[in-house]
């Protein structure tokens, strides 16, 4: 007998959330393992917020929200919230009952300056690593970096002279029109008026010039996991000083090896690192002058094994800019940037360790 198809929906319904997502669907070990970096987070949200007065929406919500967006490339918090209103994984992943409104998208403006405020993201990372520490996961001995550019929130014609003053539009459009072919522009001279913390750079001489921000990574080589990250403005110099900074911090009582691209091959950055204990395995650049790697680290059988680990670090930064929405930032100012930069190296941490665990 055919059914009818009928277009009442039921008025009542007893299944929950929990019940609707598979038992081997793969965000339910990720979501194990952000309840468990919450938890330890929890002591840190208490002093972000005041004893008394009208309860807001849990941090551990928002951020379990904001997860979701990397993990799924969404692109706005506005379209977060429209498939929050439907999406019944989404709904179960956040913590949000059948019948829970949504929350405004405004939400995520409020309480972003309480995240920066807080370090957040810096303290939901170290708790992801602590876990992929306990599981014993990471290596203390081997080590590779790398920098990537990351393209600014703002466009070529808000690279304006610094002592040139606004310039009204004529045409009657919002824009005014720029024309900057054939003008000399440096940092030292234009700065964007969208965002003024933004650097026009560029890495090679075949790549045009943008305005950027540099992402640095830290990852460790035996199942390439990132331990430490840093976002910094776009200069020459800033993925050199990044490294030294990062592995500098690095818990370690041995020596440890740092595999890098030739980019890192200054005699002045190896004497640095092999100043704090630290074996440069780092690619000879030897175009145009003589390299600062020799013979003494390249005869080792470990160089060969760090050049061949360190071309795994461009999986990280694949997935930040294809996944993890980072090829170019939503946000403005160095510090916004760097908030979410970090945050979302977690949430590839934490496919990363899901992933291992499923092996």
């Known amino acids: 007998m055919r059914g009818q198809d009928a ?20 965000l339910r070990p990720i979501r194990k393992m952000v309840d468990e970096a919450l938890r330890a987070l929890s002591p840190r949200f208490q002093t972000l917020y005041a004893p008394t007065g009208r309860p ?20 706005s918090e ?49 708790a992801v690593l602590a876990q992929a520490r306990a599981a014993k996961l990471l290596s203390d001995e081997h080590f590779t970096v790398d920098g990537t550019l990351i393209e600014a929130w703002a466009s070529h014609k808000s690279f304006r002279r610094k002592d040139e003053p606004p310039t009204p539009p004529t045409d009657g459009t919002r824009n005014p029109t720029v ?22 750079y560029r890495k090679s001489e075949a790549a045009p010039a943008q305005l950027c921000y540099m992402g640095h990574v830290l990852m460790e080589n035996r199942h390439g996991l990132a331990v ?26 041995r020596r440890i090896t740092l595999g890098a ?23 000879q650049n030897d175009t145009n002058r003589r390299s600062a790697i020799d013979r003494r680290t390249t005869r080792h059988p470990g160089y060969s094994l760090s050049m061949n680990k360190r071309k795994r670090v ?10 993890g929405l980072v090829r170019k930032t939503r946000h ?17 941490n934490l496919v990363r360790m899901r992933n291992l665990a499923l092996a």
Request: charged share 25%; hydrophobic share 40%; aromatic share 10%.
């Open 56 to 75: 807001g929406i849990p941090p551990e919500r928002l951020l379990r929200a904001l997860l979701l967006q990397v993990l799924y490339t969404i692109r």
């Open 7 to 26: 277009q009442q929906a039921q008025m009542f319904s007893y299944i929950v959330p929990e019940q609707r997502v598979p038992a081997d669907h793969p």
């Open 261 to 283: 691209d030739k980019h890192y091959d200054t005699r002045d950055h190896v004497d640095a690192l092999r100043s704090v204990n630290v074996t440069p395995h780092v690619a």
């Open 314 to 323: 461009e999986e990280i930064f694949g997935w930040l800019k294809t996944v």
């Open 179 to 200: 024309n900057f072919r054939s003008e000399k522009r440096s940092n030292a001279t234009h700065r964007s008026t969208t965002d003024p913390e933004a650097r026009l």
């Open 332 to 348: 403005r100012g160095r510090e916004r940037v760097e908030w979410m930069f970090t945050f979302s190296l977690a949430v590839y």
């Open 228 to 253: 430490s990250g840093r976002l910094t403005q776009a200069t020459g110099t800033a993925e050199r000083e990044a490294a030294l900074e990062m592995i500098c911090k690095v818990p370690s009582r």
């Open 78 to 126: 506005r379209q977060l919230m429209e498939q929050l209103d439907f999406n019944l994984l989404y709904r179960w992943f956040v913590g949000l009952n059948m019948d829970d409104a949504v929350w405004d998208v405004t939400v995520f403006t409020k309480n972003r300056d309480r995240l920066l405020e807080g370090e957040v993201a810096q303290g939901f990372f170290e």
